[in-house]
């Protein structure tokens, strides 16, 4: 899939979901449950164990889904990621020569920020997207009002997001959004409750298009 491609679904489907999963088989079993409510991108960071070994099973058995590779602090993670079918990397702070290595591989990357100068340095650098982290301390209506001066500039708000939010961060001007917790809770992952996770999959599902 072309970079365009994956930046137009991420923007459709508008809820990325972050996992730190405990093993190949539940991260398979997580997405097939994500993809049952609706939901196709996922986010593995890397302080899961394994990840990128964990990455590379995924993307090889479901690969129509999208996986990418998130909590990347340097180019030699972020090319790893990639080879292993990474189809965007995330950082969460501003990485320079992690933005650097996605472009090389023409691989979607969001940038972590916070501040409007970081935002600004991220898109500079040629970040694809800011990761507007931690969103959950300012909201919705930080997203309207860095748009407000900078809307050329994309933001995924991660942090804080709910399915009883999630509409009002798109309504912001949010190009996407990434849900952790809120999504997939640790104990419905711990006790493999996928219908759990299923359900909340599409609750985030319906709540995207209620406010497009």
Same mark, same amino acid.
């Given at each position: 899939?072309?970079?365009?491609?994956?930046?137009?679904?991420? +923007? *459709? =489907?508008?809820? @990325?979901?972050?996992?730190?999963?405990?093993?190949?088989?539940?991260?398979?079993?997580?997405?097939?449950? #994500?993809?049952? !409510?609706?939901?196709? +991108?996922?986010?593995? *960071?890397?302080?899961?164990?394994?990840?990128?070994?964990? #990455?590379?099973?995924?993307?090889?058995? #479901?690969?129509?889904?999208?996986?990418?590779? !998130?909590? $990347?602090?340097?180019?030699?993670? %972020?090319?790893?990621?990639?080879?292993? !079918?990474?189809?965007? @990397?995330?950082?969460?702070?501003?990485?320079?020569?992690?933005?650097?290595?996605?472009?090389?591989?023409?691989?979607? $990357?969001? +940038?972590?920020? #916070? *501040?409007?100068? =970081?935002?600004?340095?991220? &898109?500079?650098?040629?970040?694809?997207?800011?990761?507007?982290?931690?969103?959950?301390? /300012?909201?919705?209506?930080?997203?309207?009002?860095?748009?407000?001066?900078?809307?050329?500039?994309?933001?995924?708000?991660?942090? !804080?997001?709910?399915?009883?939010? $999630?509409?009002? /961060?798109?309504? %912001?001007?949010?190009?996407?959004?990434?849900?952790?917790?809120?999504? $997939?809770?640790?104990? +419905? /992952?711990?006790?493999?409750? &996928? %219908? %759990?996770?299923?359900?909340?999959?599409?609750?985030?599902?319906?709540?995207?298009?209620?406010?497009?």
């Amino acid at each position: 899939m072309k970079k365009a491609a994956i930046l137009q679904k991420l +923007s *459709t =489907e508008k809820v @990325i979901a972050l996992i730190r999963a405990d093993s190949p088989d539940g991260l398979l079993d997580c997405a097939r449950a #994500l993809a049952a !409510g609706g939901l196709t +991108s996922i986010e593995l *960071t890397m302080t899961t164990p394994g990840a990128i070994r964990m #990455l590379e099973k995924a993307t090889a058995e #479901l690969p129509d889904f999208l996986f990418g590779l !998130g909590t $990347v602090l340097d180019a030699e993670t %972020a090319r790893a990621g990639i080879l292993a !079918g990474a189809r965007f @990397i995330v950082t969460p702070a501003l990485r320079p020569d992690v933005i650097t290595m996605c472009k090389r591989y023409s691989i979607p $990357v969001f +940038s972590g920020a #916070l *501040t409007p100068t =970081e935002v600004v340095n991220a &898109w500079d650098c040629g970040a694809d997207a800011a990761k507007i982290f931690p969103a959950e301390f /300012f909201g919705p209506a930080y997203i309207k009002s860095l748009k407000a001066p900078l809307p050329q500039v994309e933001l995924v708000p991660t942090g !804080g997001v709910t399915a009883e939010n $999630v509409g009002e /961060f798109i309504k %912001a001007g949010a190009f996407a959004t990434a849900a952790g917790s809120s999504l $997939v809770d640790a104990k +419905s /992952f711990k006790d493999r409750n &996928w %219908a %759990a996770i299923t359900a909340k999959a599409q609750a985030f599902v319906q709540a995207v298009a209620a406010a497009k």
